[in-house]
């Protein structure tokens, strides 16, 4: 069988946030970085990323929320992914993913304890996030 | 004169359609009993006698076919996730027209396999993972109706990725290999396997299904009737070169098995506060409900409806209701023929009908609200914008309340996340010409628009 030349990346905005904008700009900082990108838009529940990874043989999971919520929608996604027969997937969430002024670090060891491999606080710019999932994926001997 | 002959071979009748091309209009219709266990010669035969009758001997260009006979065309589907690839074959199969028996997802097993075996499809269609995507489910598949050495033919449309490898491990069995139903996530490509669909049901199940003993006398196309209705109503809807059609349309067929359920419209988002969940829809879809149907699934329409809607509906009690349905289940040839009780109930049971088959066609919208404010999300087709209705049936033609049975096709309010049409022109095909224009469109695609304009019925404008 053929070998993939690019790795496949689900994004989406999660729970009842219709923020499209940034979603957008992540699409197309994904494409033009090389990978394969499945944009399920806004919206999105958890089974949703799910059905389009499982589809898709996604790499990893990257998962958006900027109205505070994010917490709440994303508790018990890594269970979810374990269950459907995603174990170790990376997932990444970034964005305004909590309420209030809270020090980062302590929402990130929130959120890895969640089983995400990595948190991004607001204003991330994406070629941030870009080499972090280069570094998650073992992209590193790629041509960049 | 140039006079075309088509036929529908039904599976309880064989109805033939006798065209003139050049003056573009009926000479006549004519039905008799499908006599596909002995020889469905003799059906023809007859059938062709009593037309005869209406319009003298004829003699024709070109005769053409479809069928619906001995159970119609009998698939089972396979994909990955239910509601994502699996839909996407699901679809494909009613598109072309198949009686859908069995759907299944993610990875077959050996109670699913045998189940598929004891089903005996016609053709089994193979689809799992967006291209580049997901491989090790359609190959496990793929192994697994291997092990059972099918005698059905095989449709392979899954991840591209996975073909070469699907085929060598089928090899053996008949197959054939199409391009991906759903070659990136969200995005529909049925058309390709629908066409493959109706070629091997041309080649290998006419054969089967002992038609080849009348395809001496047919010229040309052949396909299974639901595909032969879709292809009419897309070109009612959409028109063709040199005529227009009446628009985006939704049409319904109320039968005494099943109730079929077509409509040729865009139906995405209104709104900019929609947003659109789960997989875009095709434009000309087809839907089949195996439940409903006004005598063998008479059951399926008081399950679906309640009795005491039925009752409400016919203004009979419940008990009679129950009792009268009994007899129907009994006598599935009974009509009301003047019996006043029957033709209330009848009304009741196809009003039922059409309401529950068009609610499950259409899509949803449901209301929430976000930190934005109140948003809207939609799944499945928005048909609210249609303004136009066909409908056909035996309970739909021989009654006077036409109209007002099909006023149950329309948006209720009492139930309105069904996005259902608002308000819509009502059209009856009386003479059950639908399937035949679908044929004769193949060829006379303005002349098969024009017959179907002029013959279907304006039966008002229901709100």
Same mark, same amino acid.
């Given at each position: ?144 | ?273 929609? =947003?659109?969940? %789960? ?5 000309? #879809? +087809? *839907?089949? $409900? ?5 005598? &063998? ?92 209705? =066909?409908?056909? %049936? ?5 009654? #006077? +309340? *036409?109209? $007002? ?5 329309? &948006? ?52």
């Amino acid at each position: 069988m053929e070998k993939r030349d690019k790795k496949v990346l689900v994004i989406g905005v999660i729970g009842a946030d219709v923020h499209a904008v940034g979603n957008k700009i992540l699409y197309h900082a994904f494409t033009e970085a090389g990978f394969e990108v499945v944009n399920l838009g806004v919206m999105v529940s958890q089974e949703e990323y799910i059905a389009a990874a499982i589809e898709s043989s996604a790499d990893a999971i990257v998962i958006s929320s900027l109205y505070g919520q994010g917490e709440l929608d994303c508790r018990g996604m890594r269970e979810k992914c374990d269950e459907a027969g995603l174990k170790g997937i990376p997932l990444v969430v970034g964005g305004n993913i909590v309420i209030g002024k809270q020090k980062f670090e302590d929402v990130e060891k929130r959120f890895k304890a969640m089983g995400f491999d990595r948190a991004f606080p607001p204003g991330t710019a994406p070629e941030t996030t870009i080499e972090a999932l280069r570094e998650l994926l073992h992209m590193d001997g790629e041509e960049k | 004169m140039k006079a075309v002959l088509l036929i529908d071979f039904g599976s309880t009748y064989t109805k033939l359609t006798a065209v003139d091309v050049e003056a573009e209009q009926i000479l006549g219709t004519a039905a008799s009993y499908t006599t596909i266990h002995t020889d469905i010669n003799d059906g023809l035969k007859s059938a062709l006698a009593l037309l005869e009758r209406k319009t003298g001997e004829l003699n024709y260009e070109a005769c053409y076919a479809c069928s619906s006979a001995a159970g119609g065309l009998r698939m089972v589907t396979s994909g990955l996730v239910p509601e994502l690839t699996g839909e996407a074959a699901r679809l494909a199969s009613l598109g072309a027209g198949a009686k859908v028996v069995g759907v299944y997802a993610f990875q077959l097993t050996e109670d699913d396999l045998e189940e598929i075996l004891e089903s005996k499809p016609d053709i089994f269609l193979l689809v799992g993972g967006t291209d580049g995507g997901n491989t090790e489910c359609i190959l496990h598949n793929a192994k697994m109706l291997a092990s059972a050495k099918p005698e059905f033919p095989i449709v392979i449309a899954g991840n591209r990725t996975a073909k070469r490898e699907c085929e060598r491990l089928l090899s053996g069995c008949e197959v054939y290999s199409c391009p991906n139903v759903m070659p990136k996530f969200g995005v529909l490509n049925i058309e390709p396997t629908q066409k493959q669909i109706r070629e091997i049901f041309l080649n290998r199940i006419i054969q089967a299904k002992g038609l080849s003993k009348v395809s001496d006398i047919l010229s040309d196309i052949m396909m299974p009737t639901p595909s032969a209705v879709l292809q009419a109503m897309s070109l009612l809807a959409q028109g063709c070169e040199e005529e227009a059609g009446i628009g985006e349309l939704v049409a319904v067929d109320v039968g005494g098995a099943t109730t079929d359920v077509y409509s040729i419209a865009d139906g995405m988002p209104e709104h900019m506060n929609t =947003v659109y969940k %789960g997989l875009p829809e095709p434009y000309a #879809k +087809r *839907t089949v $409900e195996g439940d409903i149907g006004m005598r &063998y699934s008479v059951q399926g329409i008081v399950d679906a409806a309640g009795l005491h809607r039925i009752s409400e509906l016919s203004g009979l009690s419940k008990d009679r209701v129950v009792e009268l349905v009994e007899e129907l289940k009994e006598h599935t040839d009974r009509v009301p023929n003047g019996d006043i009780e029957l033709e209330m109930l009848d009304y009741a049971l196809a009003s039922c009908a059409i309401s529950e088959a068009v609610s499950r066609h259409a899509g949803t919208i449901a209301e929430t609200y976000t930190m934005m404010g109140q948003t809207f999300v939609q799944e499945g087709k928005n048909l609210t914008k249609v303004k136009q209705i =066909v409908v056909t %049936g035996g309970s739909l033609i021989h009654t #006077k +309340r *036409t109209e $007002e049975i099909a006023a149950h096709a329309l &948006y209720d309010p009492a139930n309105p996340s069904s996005l259902r049409p608002k308000e819509a022109d009502v059209w009856v095909d009386r003479t059950y010409i639908l399937a035949a224009m679908g044929l004769l469109s193949t060829y006379y695609p303005g002349t098969a628009l024009r017959i179907m304009k002029k013959e279907l019925e304006y039966h008002g404008h229901s709100k």
